[in-house]
């Protein structure tokens, strides 16, 4: 089967095709499991009552806790506690072998963590690994959607807990080297793999800040709306203050837009994290403080 696209032809394969139709034939899920879960770990964290934890328990900050040993991890998370709640564990902490410790840690410090080992192999692999780290008391876990359908659904089936987020494209890729390694523009590789998610299972969804209104066109529209896409939980590393360094990142937004768009999540970590001890508990402060202001202008409908 031939599609003509700009001015040359893609050729697709019969394998190819039958998986596309099965994709978008297949009925819409009401999946009121991954919207229980979303709204679970919401309520745990956005209800509770108490004056002293309610910064803590009404941010949507996951904190980058981007170090290789626990006592850093621990003199932050110590620091920040009272305004964060949700703590990334990532390579630096797994490879250095100590992700399990800080978890750990993390727990008795009231946290909730996200493992995020990226993970991406072959189906049995993947499901494995997801098993693996679920183990630890993790709540949320990502794996790379170019992985493909199979391989979520093998993190979906070993979960446990945990909510599995796919990671789309990473927000360190503009689109030209989206394109050379996708073959396809960010954007459109980026409702790709949300579609294969959804399909999958996944809870959530992993993109940079600038396809939150692109993917909002198809799950908001009149026609043939993609309720799917809307359901997935949007986690959105990326984002930057004004005048903030934007570092590797190419698809930056500031953390007001990201809500605005429909972000749930953001992954925050150099804004804080590079803060002198000390001086970090007040940059999440801030940040909280303008997290919460966009979020009280989206419920009034203002832009």
């Known amino acids: 089967m031939k599609h003509r696209n700009g001015g040359g032809l893609l050729t697709f394969s019969a394998s190819e095709v039958d998986w596309g139709l099965a994709l978008f034939s ?20 956005f209800e509770r009552k108490s004056m002293s934890d309610e910064p803590r328990n009404t941010s949507r900050i996951i904190l980058a806790l981007d170090v290789d040993n626990t006592h850093a991890a621990r003199e932050i998370l110590t620091e920040v506690r009272e305004q964060i709640l949700w703590a990334k564990l990532g390579l630096e902490l797994i490879n250095a072998q100590k992700a399990h410790e800080v978890a750990s840690m993390a727990h008795q410090l009231g946290y909730k963590v996200f493992w995020d080992g990226k993970l991406k192999d072959i189906p049995r692999t993947i499901g494995a690994a997801t098993k693996a780290a679920e183990k630890h008391g993790v709540k949320m876990i990502n794996v790379h959607a170019s992985s493909g359908v199979e391989g979520m659904m093998a993190a979906v089936a070993n979960k446990g807990d945990a909510l599995i987020l796919a990671v789309s494209v990473l927000t360190s890729h503009d689109t030209e080297n ?10 459109a590789k980026v409702l790709e793999f949300a579609r294969m998610a959804a399909y999958s299972g996944c809870d959530g969804l992993i993109c940079s800040p600038k396809e939150l209104d692109f993917l909002a066109r198809y799950y908001q529209r009149k026609d043939f709306p993609e309720a799917q896409l809307g359901k997935l939980i949007k986690v959105i590393p990326g984002t930057r203050s004004p005048g903030a360094d934007h570092q590797d990142q190419r698809n930056v937004e500031t953390q007001e837009i990201a809500i605005q768009n ?5 992954v925050i970590g150099s804004e804080i994290m590079k803060k002198p001890q000390g001086s970090k508990v007040l940059a999440a402060k801030a940040l909280n403080e303008r997290i919460a202001q966009a979020l009280a202008d989206k419920a009034k409908g203002v832009e």
């Open 178 to 187: 989206t394109e050379i390694d996708f073959g396809s523009s960010r954007k």
């Open 26 to 45: 297949r009925p819409i899920r009401e999946n009121t499991d991954i919207r229980h879960k979303h709204n679970a770990v919401s309520d745990s964290t």
């Open 262 to 266: 429909g972000a749930d999540w953001l």
